[in-house]
């Protein structure tokens, strides 16, 4: 690991201007996957710039939904009263992720930002656009069973690994963020997440000094009754082959609205409205499912070792939405 600095700072404002002093400085919170990758050379920040003791660890009730700061720790957000009551799908996403040691130390705004788990991403000596732009893809023709189906390119097809962000689109949260000039965006997750079309070194919009500070789900009764459900090859502390988060309104067994993200086969969290739009005034029954989910597989592009992932996902979606009619 290389040597680097450690500053502490206690605002918004101290963080910015911190990471603004070196050009080659990093955020961190609970470092989960930071340290794994400054571990591997893959990160080589010269700065670690502490922002654990910012007010941002607190999720708050308010009148247009829950704000859920930035700093909040996975196990802390899984299991608050609120959100398993009203956002049953982000608390089982969130426990189905990692281990509980790890829940205890990642933070909301570190798991919106988690790398890729590709296993070329994470060797220096590999092909990799996303770490090094122009040295190729060593996916494309490599071992590519746990890679993307959904959103990929000739440059990239590398998987986003996150299991809470999967859930947060189905909800249509979205992130709060400071910029260096102390103005504020509101960033749908819809909208945070960036294609790797030609240029996958850049993976959401925000800016190279903008702080992520809390993150706000809607006030939307949708939520109450939805699920998340995950397929992986072990049973904990294993990302997705595939997941699905559910969520849906009925009326009298038909389908009011319908909400349908999915994790494990795209390049970042996948919303899909076509399954939406299958789902929406038919009747809550496995033959719809069936074709919400060849609606939401439609354009999945497989490799040589990931197509059996096509399957997998529509029969993942498919249990998920029978699992939420059970319930």
Request: charge should be negative; charged fraction near 25%; hydrophobic fraction near 45%.
């Amino acid at each position: 690991m290389h040597p680097f600095s450690f500053v502490e700072v206690e605002s918004a404002e101290a963080a910015i201007n911190a990471l603004e002093a070196d050009g080659n400085a990093v955020f961190f919170a609970g470092g989960t996957t930071l340290i794994d990758l400054m571990k591997l050379d893959v990160l080589t920040p010269e700065v670690l710039v502490d922002v654990n003791r910012m007010a941002f660890a607190s999720i708050q009730t308010t009148a247009d939904g829950v704000s859920i700061g930035a700093n909040v720790r996975n196990s802390d957000l899984a299991h608050d009263r609120v959100i398993r009551d009203r956002y049953p799908v982000l608390s089982e996403a969130l426990l189905s992720g990692a281990s509980a040691q790890l829940r205890n130390m990642a933070s909301t705004a570190g798991n919106l930002l988690q790398r890729t788990r590709c296993l070329y991403f994470r060797d220096v000596n590999a092909g990799c656009n996303k770490r090094r732009p122009g040295s190729g893809c060593d996916a494309l023709t490599g071992v590519n069973r746990s890679h993307a189906l959904l959103g990929t390119s000739d440059a990239c097809i590398a998987t986003n690994p996150s299991d809470m962000c999967v859930a947060m689109a189905a909800l249509e949260a979205v992130i709060h963020t400071q910029r260096q000039d102390g103005t504020t965006r509101a960033i749908p997750l819809a909208d945070f997440y960036l294609l790797p079309g030609n240029t996958p070194e850049r993976e959401t919009v925000l800016e190279k000094r903008e702080l992520i500070t809390h993150v706000q789900l809607p006030n939307d009764e949708i939520g109450r009754r939805s699920h998340y459900l995950k397929v992986r090859d072990r049973a904990s502390y294993e990302f997705a082959l595939a997941s699905a988060a559910v969520a849906w309104e009925l009326d009298g067994g038909i389908i009011k609205r319908a909400r349908v993200a999915l994790g494990g086969i795209a390049t970042v969290p996948w919303r899909s409205k076509e399954a939406e739009t299958v789902l929406t005034g038919k009747p809550a029954a496995t033959a719809t499912y069936v074709k919400a989910a060849e609606a939401a597989l439609e354009g999945a592009v497989p490799r040589e070792h990931n197509a059996f992932k096509i399957e997998l996902a529509k029969r993942t979606l498919v249990e998920a939405l029978e699992e939420l009619g059970r319930n």
